[in-house]
Structures are given as C-alpha cells and as structure tokens.
C-alpha cells in the first residue's frame, strides 16, 4: 500500500505492508535510526517521534495510520542545524549516559515543552511517564526539562530546596543559583 508522509520536512512517499510499523518503515526505508526499538511493546519510549506535533510510541501505529502526517524524528528536530534548548539542555545537565533512551526522551519532553511551555515538576514526570531510561535515574532529565523550558521562556529555573542549578547567562557565563528552604541565592 502507498503512503504519503512528511518526514523531517520532506514530503515522502513510500509503499508499506499494511501491518508494518511506523519505527519499521522509519528506520528500514529511511535509514532514521535514532528511531530505536527498545521493547517492542510500547513500555520504553525509545522510539518516540512527533506526529503532527503530538509525541508518539512509532512502535504503536502502523506506517498506514501516519498516511498523510507530517513526522518529526531527532534528525529533523532542528532545522538550521544548531542544536534546540531541549537538545542542549539534555547535554549540559549530563541527562544522557548510555544514550538509547535519549532520542525518546528529547522529542517527548520537545512535545511536552510545545503543550506546556513552564511545566511543573509533576507535569515533567506526568509528561514522561511512558519514556524509560535505565541509566540516569531521572534527576538529570528532570534538571534538563527545567533547564529546556527556561531557555525557551527566558525566565530562570526554579531551584528545588537543596538543588544548586547551573544557568547560563548572556553576558557572565554561568552563575549558580542555590535553594536553601524558601530562600534563594545567587552563588
């Protein structure tokens, strides 16, 4: 069956067995292997893509049912090249060790940033509940997301209580801030 998709901005056109998987079809006819395939049972989120700007498990839906969506992997999430605030984010918090989840984890949090630009902690975790990383245990994610949605906002993080954030500024570098109860300090 033919299928007519937008991948990364290019529109696409490809024939599919009907019961193949959209991370089949990206990752075989598209060579779009950040698109991993961790469990096959929708449990781990590696294989999380934008549809029409909505995150998605590419590993549950059919390449028949994304006929005539447009379809972002982390190839194609920025368009000019450089990396986007959620991408350095992820690196400057160190919210990556092995790297298999991290494609996954960058385009939910990308699609949560898009629907909730300042999102509390608890709409963090609510907003990668389905994306599993078994290397960072989640501090760093969480730490990365604040940090993605203060670049995108232009406001500063809010610092957890005993939680020292690095945020970059404009014209000094990097300062510290520092949480110590309900008091802030700038270190």
């Not at 290019?10 to 991993?36: N, Q």
């Not at 969506?69 to 190839?75: A, H, K, L, M």
């Not at 990556?96 to 990308?110: D, I």
């Not at 608890?122 to 203060?150: K, P």
Request: hydrophobic share 40%; glycine share 10%.
């Amino acid at each position: 069956m033919k299928i007519r998709i937008t991948i990364n901005g290019a529109a696409r056109s490809v024939d599919v067995d009907p019961p193949a998987l959209l991370s089949d079809v990206l990752r075989t006819e598209y060579a779009l292997t950040s698109v991993h395939v961790g469990c096959d049972t929708s449990s781990c989120g590696a294989c999380t893509v934008l549809v029409d700007g909505a995150a998605v498990k590419a590993c549950t839906i059919l390449a028949v049912q994304a006929d005539g969506s447009s379809i972002t992997t982390i190839e194609g999430l920025s368009g000019n090249g450089s990396p986007t605030a959620v991408q350095e984010a992820f690196g400057a918090e160190h919210a990556l060790q092995c790297g298999f989840c991290t494609a996954g984890m960058v385009m939910a949090v990308t699609a949560l940033l898009d629907a909730i630009p300042a999102p509390s902690d608890d709409e963090i975790r609510h907003g990668l509940e389905g994306n599993l990383c078994r290397c960072t245990g989640y501090v760093n994610i969480l730490r990365a997301v604040r940090r993605a949605a203060a670049a995108r906002t232009g406001t500063v993080p809010a610092p957890v209580a005993g939680e020292s954030l690095r945020i970059p500024l404009a014209r000094s570098g990097e300062t510290t801030i520092a949480a110590h109860g309900d008091d802030v300090e700038v270190v």
